[in-house]
């Protein structure tokens, strides 16, 4: 018959993941002419619990580099975007979700610009596409079984010896000049 042991560890005790795609706009001093690239730079973010749901504040700066005046000048506009993505994660049964539970953010998928059109009064709209991953570090227990009838570990009682006589000898044989 197995006895068994309960060991309480933290692990990860929930996971969620949550692909997103955000239309933006951003309006420009000149009338563009043509939108030459778009870049998503500065991704940071932050997770934090909210209930039962766990929330990720984040932001990001967007750069859309543009012509204007029929395509004979450019310049480039900047915007800090700014989000706040929920996420529902379902724990284990067993979670003890405390003040000390850790929440682990990752981007699965950097922020990418996906699509970027010219719009009406100098304006730019641009959709933002990314994938966050979060998993939940919390305490949990473990239950395992423990065998009784474990048999104990041999005592060998091996000792180290060391003869001068065999110190003496090696050091005879080494060659101190063995690089002629």
Known sequence: MAMYK????KAVV???????KN??????????TTVLGCWVI?????????????GVDGSYDINIWY??????????????????????????????????TEIIVRTLSQPNCVGVTIGKNNTINFDVEKELGVEVVGETKMKIA???DEEPWEDLNIEETTD??????IDNEIDENYIK
């Open 6 to 9: 309960e060991i309480v560890t």
């Open 14 to 20: 929930g996971k969620a993941k949550k692909y997103f």
């Open 23 to 32: 239309s933006y706009s951003l309006e420009t001093t000149n009338e563009p």
């Open 42 to 54: 500065n991704h940071q973010f932050k997770g934090y619990k909210q209930g039962e749901k766990i």
């Open 67 to 100: 012509s204007y005046d029929n395509d004979t000048k450019t310049t480039v506009v900047n915007k800090k975007i700014k989000y706040n993505d929920m996420f529902s994660v379902k724990t284990s049964k067993d979670a003890d979700l405390t003040s000390d």
């Open 146 to 148: 423990i065998e009784e």
């Open 164 to 169: 001068d006589e065999i110190v003496k000898d």
